[in-house]
Nanobody
Framework: QVQLVESGGGLVQAGGSLRLSCAAS????????MGWYRQAPGKQRELVAT???????NYADSVKGRFTISRDNAKKVVYLQMNSLKPEDTAVYYC???????????WGQGTQVTVSS
């Protein structure tokens, strides 16, 4: 059974940085696509960034140049480095594992990121 556990959220001032981590268990981590999504109050969940098994990355336009997704396959961890944070980045951030074998999506429990102005 796949489990995803996020950490690293918190409260930060605008312009600051945070690094989110997501530890995965129960999967062939290295071959699967990992991603970060976020959901702000009253809004739909949206893509932030994804990284494939061969480390190809994709970013939402709103975070390009500010956020960096990376993965450590040996540790089964995916990271999201967030710099130059803005109040509009405030949301619950969710880790996602997209299985390339079953095509099923697994989700973490979410971690709150709050950016104050």
């Amino acid at each position: 059974q796949v489990q995803l556990v996020e950490s690293g959220g918190g409260l930060v001032q605008a312009g600051g940085s945070l690094r989110l981590s997501c530890a995965a268990s129960g999967s062939r981590f290295s071959i699967n696509t990992m991603g970060w999504y976020r959901q702000a109050p009253g809004k739909q969940r949206e893509l932030v960034a994804t990284i494939t098994g061969d480390s190809t990355t994709n970013y939402a336009d709103s975070v390009k140049g500010r956020f960096t997704i990376s993965r450590d396959n040996a540790k089964k961890v995916v990271y999201l480095q967030m710099n130059s944070l803005k109040p509009e980045d405030t949301a619950v951030y969710y880790c996602n594992l997209h299985s390339i074998i079953s095509t099923f999506d697994y989700w973490g429990q979410g971690t709150q990121v709050t950016v104050s102005s």
